[in-house]
């Protein structure tokens, strides 16, 4: 199994400009997560999917942070207008029903100048 | 509410020595509970979960962890410490707030444990 696997692995972008990060999920995984790590604010959880419909968004701190998931096998993450607050590396963890643990992708370290 | 707390910001111990990286959780019903490493650049990994059972646990790299309910703990322990293991430790617990079924692999993480082993 190849895990999760998110693209770009890093991103640099100037301030203002759309951002779009990738994510599939393991196969046959019911659950998909999008999280935020920083120094100063940790792990953050931002949206998940159950069955590809977004469950709690709570976490999404702007409307500038959209995400989508199409299908099973594909998530997506954008960000318009992005920041520089918004530099961090950004994680997308899957899960299958009834086991509750989450694996994780590698992440995409997105920095805002 | 659910929660988890890591007291310990950093552990410093020394190679071959015992490690153990503390948690203690807050939840209403029975704790579902977990740990995670992060090596650096790395996305987290799974080590292992209390659900019920043995009240302790074993998991990947050596690494075992023991429930104790009285207490409210799930702490971490290896008996000899490797400095490999330096790294970024995480506990977590599943989040049952709404107890609605979509919600059942929500976890709620702690802020994170760094654990340095020196040679």
């Known amino acids: 199994d190849a895990g999760v696997i998110q693209s770009p692995r890093h991103e640099v972008t100037e301030m203002g400009q759309e951002v779009t990060l990738r994510c599939k999920p393991i196969?046959?995984?019911?659950?998909l997560f999008w999280y935020r790590q920083t120094m100063m604010r940790g792990l953050e959880l931002l949206i998940y999917?159950?069955?590809?419909?977004?469950?709690?968004d709570s976490g999404m701190p702007e409307d500038r942070f959209s995400a989508k998931m199409p299908n099973a096998s594909f998530s997506t993450l954008k960000i318009q207008p992005s920041e520089p607050r918004d530099s961090a590396v950004y994680f997308c963890?899957?899960?299958?029903?009834?086991?509750?643990?989450?694996?994780f992708g590698p992440g995409t370290r997105l920095t805002v100048t | 509410a659910q929660s988890v707390a890591q007291p310990e910001d950093q552990v410093n111990v020394a190679e071959g020595n015992p490690l153990t990286v503390k948690c203690t959780y807050s939840?209403?019903?029975?704790?579902?509970l977990f740990w995670y490493v992060q090596y650096p650049n790395r996305g987290l990994q799974f080590l292992l979960k209390?659900?019920?059972?043995?009240?302790l646990v074993k998991g990947s790299y050596g690494f075992e962890a023991e429930f104790n309910k009285s207490q409210t703990s799930f702490h971490l322990k290896k008996p000899s410490a490797l400095v490999s293991d330096s790294a970024l430790y995480f506990c977590?617990?599943?989040?049952?707030?709404?107890?609605?079924?979509?919600?059942?692999?929500?976890?709620?993480f702690g802020g994170g444990t760094r654990v340095l082993v020196k040679p």
């Open positions: 939840v209403s019903g029975n704790p579902y």
């Open positions: 209390y659900i019920t059972g043995d009240n």
């Open positions: 999917f159950n069955n590809n419909v977004p469950i709690d």
């Open positions: 963890a899957s899960s299958p029903q009834g086991l509750y643990e989450q694996y």
């Open positions: 196969s046959g995984h019911d659950y």
């Open positions: 977590a617990v599943r989040d049952m707030r709404g107890m609605i079924k979509a919600a059942g692999n929500k976890l709620t």
